[in-house]
């Protein structure tokens, strides 16, 4: 299977796929949901279904090579294959990334808060302060335990805490300036 034909363009969700076999080694479907929910998933939530579609379909591209267990369970494990690692570094050179996805609910009710009451809108920005100090919390708490190592891990969690710091800023703002 490995190397047929032109790869379609490979999604975000495809490209975590791959990169966190290539990270950890292979791995199956259940291994793959917990990697996501310790890494990326802060910031690329993926849904488990998808975690157990993926990998098979990239073994069907030759990305992946999919082995079944003979005993026990017959867990299904997929390992990253030539034209997995050569589609991740392809991934990983090109510099252009669409653009970012942004999906908050809060930002959805602040947009329509013109058709509730005011109180909502303290109410909502108090809420959102506090749940985004508790990110905030929770990078600078993970970054420090980095230490002065400059890992792509330390480097994401600066970028956390500065988003995190700006919403914090905004919606305690808005919830200042709407009382």
Same mark, same amino acid.
């Given at each position: 299977?490995?190397?047929?034909?032109?790869?379609?363009?490979?999604?975000?969700?495809?490209?975590?796929?791959?990169?966190?076999?290539?990270?950890?080694?292979?791995?199956?479907?259940?291994?793959?949901?917990?990697?996501?929910?310790?890494?990326?998933d802060y910031f690329?939530?993926?849904?488990?279904?998808?975690?157990?579609?993926?990998?098979?379909?990239?073994?069907?591209?030759?990305?992946?090579?999919?082995?079944?267990?003979?005993?026990?369970?017959?867990?299904?494990?997929?390992?990253?294959?030539?034209?997995?690692?050569? %589609? +991740?570094? !392809?991934?990983? @050179?090109?510099? =252009?990334?669409?653009?970012? $996805?942004?999906?908050?609910?809060?930002?959805?009710? #602040?947009?329509?808060?013109?058709?509730?009451?005011?109180?909502?809108?303290? %109410? +909502?920005? !108090?809420?959102? @302060?506090?749940? =985004?100090?508790?990110?905030? $919390?929770?990078?600078?708490?993970?970054?420090?335990? #980095?230490?002065?190592?400059?890992?792509?891990?330390?480097?994401?969690?600066?970028?956390?805490?500065?988003?995190?710091?700006?919403?914090?800023?905004?919606?305690?703002?808005?919830?200042?300036?709407?009382?």
């Amino acid at each position: 299977m490995e190397g047929r034909g032109q790869v379609p363009e490979l999604t975000p969700p495809d490209c975590v796929v791959l990169g966190l076999i290539a990270r950890h080694g292979a791995m199956t479907p259940y291994e793959l949901k917990a990697k996501v929910e310790e890494s990326v998933d802060y910031f690329w939530p993926i849904p488990h279904a998808q975690l157990y579609r993926i990998p098979a379909r990239l073994a069907q591209l030759g990305l992946l090579r999919e082995e079944t267990e003979h005993t026990g369970r017959r867990r299904r494990v997929f390992h990253l294959t030539d034209a997995g690692h050569t %589609a +991740l570094t !392809r991934w990983l @050179a090109d510099p =252009h990334a669409p653009e970012p $996805e942004t999906r908050d609910p809060a930002q959805l009710k #602040l947009f329509f808060a013109d058709l509730g009451d005011a109180g909502d809108v303290v %109410a +909502l920005a !108090r809420e959102q @302060a506090a749940q =985004h100090r508790r990110w905030l $919390e929770l990078y600078t708490s993970r970054h420090a335990e #980095l230490g002065a190592r400059q890992t792509s891990r330390a480097r994401l969690l600066k970028l956390a805490i500065l988003h995190e710091q700006a919403y914090v800023e905004f919606w305690e703002s808005l919830s200042e300036d709407a009382t």
